[in-house]
């Protein structure tokens, strides 16, 4: 008789346990009917009465809108600006005690990935050493310099030849790039010490005629400007970036005017 009656009983709790598990399931089907729902209208386009577009006008980047002043208020370790329109680069440029700091700590004094553009602390005369380095992060999610690793190929490489241009609170500084090249790390590519002019035009002719890509100046160099990246040809890549002054065009002096 008690076999019998803890039976029914078991039975009964068993309907019971089924009853709330199939009210359950019952009511998540809803609530995933209506989020697929909610889902798929948010990607579905909606339809709308049909108005005239007015176009915002796109306001110019102006070459002389660069503050030192102010942003120096921001971060007193600012020494430049740079500006390449077609390669999509607007940075300031620090320069740091060191060539670690920048790499972790953005322009605001934040820490930050994708670190800041900076030149190499030998650089004691900011732009006016015969060989200028900067750096700057190319990451696989993006980074400050990785604009400039599409001029690995020839079409970019011709395309943004000019595109480049340096501020500072002395002058602007139209560059042109003549070399690029992917290259294991090697700490002679920032050699800012020279024994003579004749000696810095063998070294940056070396590395310039010996690029991927290069277009070697006719004239000469001055000074040579070394962007310098991260690359993933091979183990501890950088990407090489020479460039040299040029002159300004009539273009960029009638903007400036």
């Given amino acids: 008789m008690r076999k ?112 800041a553009i900076f030149l190499d602390y030998a650089c004691v005369q900011d732009f006016e050493e015969q060989h200028v380095v900067l750096y700057g992060h190319n990451l696989k999610a993006g980074g400050r310099f990785s604009p400039l690793i599409q001029l690995k190929k020839q079409e970019a490489f011709e395309q943004f030849q000019d595109d480049i241009v340096i501020y500072t609170p002395q002058r602007e500084i139209p560059l042109r790039i003549v070399g690029v090249e992917a290259a294991p790390a090697d700490g002679l590519r920032r050699m800012t010490d020279f024994e003579s002019l004749e000696a810095f035009q063998q070294y940056a002719l070396g590395y310039i005629n010996g690029c991927t890509l290069s277009d070697s100046p006719k004239d000469g160099v001055n000074r040579l400007y070394s962007f310098i990246t991260c690359s993933y040809e091979g183990e501890d890549y950088r990407t090489y970036i020479y460039a040299v002054e040029r002159p300004v065009s009539e273009a960029e002096a009638e903007s400036a005017a």
């Fill in 4 to 115: 019998s009656v803890r039976l029914r009983l078991a039975l009964a709790l068993l309907a019971l346990s089924m009853t709330v598990i199939g009210a359950i399931l019952f009511v998540q089907a809803r609530v995933d009917k209506a989020a697929e729902a909610a889902t798929q209208a948010s990607l579905s386009p909606v339809s709308a009465p049909k108005t005239e577009m007015v176009k915002e006008p796109v306001e110019e980047m102006e070459e002389e809108s660069v503050d030192f002043e102010a942003l120096r208020e921001i971060n007193p370790e600012i020494v430049g600006w740079i500006r390449a329109q077609g390669l999509g680069i607007d940075e300031p440029i620090v320069r740091a005690s060191d060539n670690a700091k920048y790499l972790t700590t953005n322009f605001e004094g934040e820490q930050d990935r994708s670190g």
